[in-house]
């Protein structure tokens, strides 16, 4: 990671979002990068065919993808992200998401 000092919550690093969380075989990993009050930004990588089932959130969030491909159902419609892309998950609609190849995604979650 090509960061200043070891914590990347602080500023003034620069972080290489491709290192901010790593692959991991068969799995879902996730780092939270920032957690306040008003809400919080969570690195997610899933291993190809992993995801999150379906579920709400009391709270509008912002998908936006890193690496990969990706399908995120949003109240029944499937959505394909690819690198670069933005998906707005409103509060208490029901979403999931479903990895199709290798794909890491920034999670912003808004509580105010």
Known sequence: M???RKDPSEPTDVISVA???AFQAGAVVSRTL???PAGTVTAFA???GEG???HTAPYDALVLSLEGEAEVSLSGTTHRLNVGELLKLPAGLP???KAISPFKMLLIMIRA
């Open 34 to 36: 920032v957690k306040r």
């Open 19 to 21: 290192e901010l969380v």
């Open 46 to 48: 899933f291993d190809a």
């Open 2 to 4: 090509s960061l200043n």
């Open 52 to 54: 999150l089932s379906e």
């Open 95 to 97: 979403h999931a998401v």
